[in-house]
């Protein structure tokens, strides 16, 4: 059952995720490599990427949050709660990295937050394999919405490109965690319904 002090303590979270610097206790991918050499056309373009890919880590904090407030096996919340930390290294990564490029982080970040928490603790009311379930289908499409990236970004630009990978390395080992712990494949209906919103958020992060 839910408490007032988890629900503050929660809610604590949402506000530090939104408009506090994420820290990240992993050194930044790239970081020993040079800046390159970027035409402002490839600035923007991958600025604007790296600023999906913010928003979609907001969307994957918010997420864990909401499926660890509701999920039953404190073993399922102690993972949802550990995947929730390394996502908040990718929230560092992107965000240095659209600021580096010269962009700016998504306006509708607070929009995505809220949206994604409450879908996060609906998940997790449905029981934990299905919790799990969305959780490893979630972290599927965002892996292959980053290996879209990968091939989108300039190819000299090495730091993006390594922060990417990374990310892309940490949400496989995520989906796997999720199926191993239990997670039920989802109706093919649920999974299209996904990837729609999913086009839906990252068009509007890409210019917004």
Request: proline share 4%; glycine share 8%; aromatic share 6%.
């Amino acid at each position: 059952m839910l408490n007032l002090d988890k629900l503050i303590a929660e809610f604590d979270k949402g506000l530090r995720t939104l408009f506090s610097k994420a820290q990240s206790t992993r050194p930044f991918p790239g970081a020993a490599l040079p800046e390159a050499a970027l035409s402002e056309s490839e600035k923007k373009q991958a600025a604007a990427l790296m600023r999906v890919n913010h928003s979609g880590e907001i969307c994957a904090q918010a997420l864990y949050q909401g499926q660890a407030l509701t999920a039953r096996d404190p073993h399922v919340q102690e993972q949802l709660q550990q995947a929730a930390r390394e996502e908040t290294e990718h929230l560092a990564w992107t965000s240095r990295r659209v600021h580096d490029l010269g962009g700016h982080l998504s306006l509708l970040n607070p929009l995505w937050y809220g949206g994604s928490l409450a879908i996060g603790a609906a998940a997790g009311m449905l029981g934990d394999k299905w919790n799990l379930g969305f959780l490893a289908e979630t972290e599927r499409q965002v892996g292959a919405h980053l290996q879209s990236h990968l091939a989108r970004l300039p190819q000299q630009d090495g730091k993006s490109r390594a922060v990417v990978e990374q990310m892309h390395v940490d949400e496989t080992n995520h989906s796997d965690m999720a199926v191993r712990l239990g997670g039920a494949a989802l109706p093919l209906p649920v999974k299209l319904a996904m990837k729609v919103s999913s086009r839906v958020m990252t068009g509007a992060a890409y210019w917004i």
